[in-house]
């Protein structure tokens, strides 16, 4: 319809074509224009680039506005031919455009009937969840009764392989330990569920006691089989007690279920293995005490009792030597941590060998089997029994009581007649390691049985340290025969002794323990000044004191460390001793001269050096008295120190003591000398020069 339009037109359009009617804004004189715009009007006209250029140019704008008037006719006829010629092309483009409107009304139709249907798929789509909620929802509800249904048919059914099993297989068979755990928990299932008064529990309850009562009479015969087993002669009772618990839930059964038969196998096994631990100990201990030492010591072996001593007619002989009872020695070890655990004795085997051993040594090894089997019991009581705390101990106690009681009675026999305070120390100290090894072990079971043997101990040892103690102060130096200067077997056995129980201490340190050494050394202080004081001489009483507090110290610093009383004790007597003999050594030859300088040197304190212009003759005499005698009495000196101690090396430092005390007075009387009254004496030039003096006295050092 377009197209027919179109050529009808345009012959209109063409014949209308003309000089258009002026456009009134481009008219110079128009009534609508404002008088006061005319000057924007222009000024704007004025900036076009057109008009510019025809200013420029000189052309009338009027008749230039009439050219562009003309020329812009000219190009809307063109534009409008130009539309005329493409109109078939505009007519093919609005038909193109009706028919594309065709076809979005029925794409509109068609997206609103699927609009339509989405909404009816999510209605149906949301009926769907509900109804798979509602499926989910019965789903798990059936699965939880299934569940719960399938566990009750699982707890109440008796599968017929656990009646055959439990009827038929020896106990010792897996599958028997395996339906036998099955039982277990079948049987407290039922119970549980006949408490809830589950019917179906009635269909059961008889199959299973008769399975209870069957398992129990198998598992009752089985146990108590392998406790007579531990009644053998001979018999190793760890193998069959490692095989015990292997079936330890089989006494657990017992103990859920037949609480009568438990306790019958319980009171076997205690009556078992009390017998099996007290023949077993009561054989050991009899067998080792025939490898003891056939010496041992008893009440004449005091330390204060005399070696010439006599004994009566009837009386046992004396040990080979006393002195054995107050020495350590190689005893110590029994304590070392390489000893204290080692294998036990075995008797049969020193007995062919002729080895004999200590009192100490048995004890370890005794008490050392004694906590081998008491850890390994009380753990396996614990164990297979299934008790803690109080329980576990009593039953320990009705199993292991016998022969602790044994232990005890057999210690107070031996150690109410024992002299041996070493032996008796070191078992007191073996028990404390020991304590110590059961408590890392955390096995509390024989603590009460250590406290009362250290009662038994600690008592005994004090007793026999008062016993020496007594002894020295009972002891007449009178009765000791024939004395010399040299150390006092008392003493030798004192410092042995007493380093033994100091070195022995220091572990396990005991206050009561140090008092009693402390007044033991009291004892023997006073011991040696009685005895010195059977020497006639000074100097003899010194040397007798020296050589003594000299062993003493010497065997004490061996064992004893340097800090311990003991030691600081005697090393203070030493000191003042030989400090008391050196000046008592030089006196003879050189009394003179040192008893001069101590005068002049109280005078000189006092200011009253005129009283020295008098002894003029007397210091010349003294000075060359000493230039003529020094060196043989330097001599003289040294041999007899060496004469008189028996250490060499105590003799050396106290000839090294006199000689630099010498040295010392001779300084301080060439400083009396060279005082004013004394000054001018013609004899200041005999003396000998100090330096000079040194060098010649360290030719008389001795070396050894």
């Known amino acids: 319809m377009a197209a027919a339009v179109v050529p009808d037109t345009e012959p209109l359009l063409e014949a209308d074509l003309g000089p258009g009617p002026p456009d009134p804004e481009l008219e110079l004189g128009g009534d609508e224009l404002v008088l006061e715009d005319v000057d924007v009007h222009i000024q704007a006209n004025l900036e076009d680039a057109l008009v510019q250029e025809a200013l420029k140019t000189g052309v009338d704008l009027r008749q230039y506005s009439k050219q562009v008037e003309l020329e812009l006719q000219e190009v809307e006829r063109a534009s409008i031919r130009d539309y005329i010629k493409e109109s078939e092309n505009i007519a093919a483009l609005h038909n193109q455009i009706t028919a594309c409107d065709a076809i979005l009304e029925r794409m509109e139709q068609m997206l609103g009937s699927f609009q339509s249907d989405l909404s009816s798929i999510s209605s149906e789509i949301r009926t769907l969840q509900e109804r798979s909620v509602a499926m989910n929802l019965r789903l798990r509800n059936r699965r939880l009764v299934r569940l719960q249904l399938g566990q009750l048919l699982e707890e109440l059914v008796v599968p017929g392989a656990m009646i055959s099993t439990i009827l038929e297989a020896p106990v010792t068979e897996p599958q028997f330990l395996e339906q036998l755990r099955a039982l277990d928990g079948k049987i407290g299932a039922v119970k549980e569920q006949a408490f809830r008064e589950t019917l179906a529990c009635a269909d059961v ?147 062919r060998s002729d080895t004999r051993y200590p009192f100490e040594s048995l004890f370890r090894s005794q008490h050392y089997a004694l906590l081998d089997n008491s850890c390994r019991e009380f753990l396996f009581l614990c164990d297979f029994f299934l008790v803690t705390g109080p329980s576990a101990q009593e039953l320990f106690n009705s199993v292991m009581g016998k022969t602790l009681a044994m232990f005890l009675k057999h210690m107070d026999t031996y150690v109410s007649a024992c002299y041996d305070a070493i032996a008796v120390f070191l078992c007191i100290h073996i028990v404390l390691r020991f304590r110590n090894i059961m408590a890392k072990r955390n096995v509390p ?19 026999i340290l008062e016993l020496h103690i007594r002894s020295i102060q009972s002891t007449d130096p009178q009765r000791l025969g024939q004395l010399d200067t040299r150390p006092h077997y008392i003493t030798r056995r004192y410092a042995e002794f007493s380093s033994a129980i100091v070195s022995i201490n220091q572990t396990f340190p005991n206050e009561k323990t140090n008092a009693l050494l402390g007044q033991l050394q009291v004892e023997v202080e006073n011991f040696v000044l009685r005895v010195a004081a059977e020497f006639s001489s000074r100097k003899e009483q010194l040397i007798f004191l020296i050589n003594n507090y000299d062993m003493m110290l010497g065997v004490l610093m061996e064992r004893a460390v340097e800090e311990s009383k003991e030691v600081e004790g005697f090393q203070q007597l030493l000191s003042a001793r030989t400090q008391e003999f050196i000046e008592e050594l030089l006196s003879p030859p050189f009394g003179g001269m040192i008893a001069f300088v101590k005068e002049a040197e109280a005078l000189l304190e006092k200011g009253q050096l005129e009283q020295l212009r008098g002894e003029e003759a007397r210091v010349t005499q003294l000075a060359r008295g000493f230039s003529s005698t020094w060196k043989g009495a330097v001599e003289a000196l040294s041999q007899d120190v060496m004469r008189s101690f028996s250490n060499f090396k105590n003799g050396t430092g106290i000839i090294q003591g006199a000689l630099t005390q010498l040295i010392q007075y001779y300084h301080r009387f060439h400083k009396v000398l060279a005082q004013p009254p004394l000054r001018s004496l013609p004899a200041r030039a005999e003396l000998i020069n100090i330096h000079h003096l040194m060098v010649e006295l360290k030719k008389h050092k001795p070396n050894f």
């Open 205 to 351: 309850q008889h199959v299973l006691e008769r399975l209870k009562i069957k398992a129990v009479t198998k598992i009752r015969e089985f146990l108590l089989q392998k406790i007579f087993s531990f009644r053998r002669p001979m018999t190793n009772f760890q193998i069959p007690q490692n095989a015990l618990l292997k079936y330890r839930f089989l006494y657990r059964f017992l103990l859920g279920h037949e609480r009568a038969a438990a306790q019958e196998l319980r009171e076997q096994y205690v009556d078992t293995m009390a017998k099996v631990y007290l023949s077993y100990f009561r054989c050991y201990t009899g067998r080792l005490m025939k490898v003891q030492y056939e010496e041992v010591a008893d009440k004449d072996d005091l330390m204060g009792v005399e070696d010439t001593a006599k004994k009566g007619f009837f009386s046992k002989p004396q040990l080979r030597s006393r002195n054995t009872v107050f020495t350590l020695g190689n005893r110590g070890a029994v304590i070392s941590a390489a000893e204290l655990e080692a294998p036990i004795l075995v008797p049969h085997a020193a007995q």
């Open 445 to 463: 079971a024989v603590e009460r049985y250590w406290d009362t043997l250290l009662e038994l101990l600690w008592p005994r040892f004090e007793l």
